[in-house]
């Protein structure tokens, strides 16, 4: 198990997370995130899946705000991937 974490990304871990976990929290660097190998996989990410009719002028924008960049180095060498979408506390 671990966590991959982007910059400010650990203030949302659970405190279940935060107590029994913590030793799986993997802190990635800004500079990873915002480097060449993640951006060319984003940038080639983008250009094969979104349509001609969904490029508008802003399109880059709008995906670069969607991005979640720390998936990128979840997925790169994995055989398996497992993931679990955060729920909000009721």
Known sequence: LVHFL??????WASVKAKATQRHAFDHVQME??????????FDTA???RVL?????????????EMAARRNFI????AD???????RLEK
């Open 32 to 41: 990873l995130l915002e480097g060449e190998a993640v951006s060319a996989a």
């Open 74 to 77: 979840q997925v790169r060498c």
């Open 80 to 86: 398996a991937v497992y993931v679990v979408g955060w």
């Open 46 to 48: 983008a250009d094969s």
């Open 52 to 64: 001609g009719s969904e490029r508008t002028p802003d399109w880059k924008a709008k995906v670069a």
């Open 6 to 11: 982007g910059p400010g990304d650990e203030e």
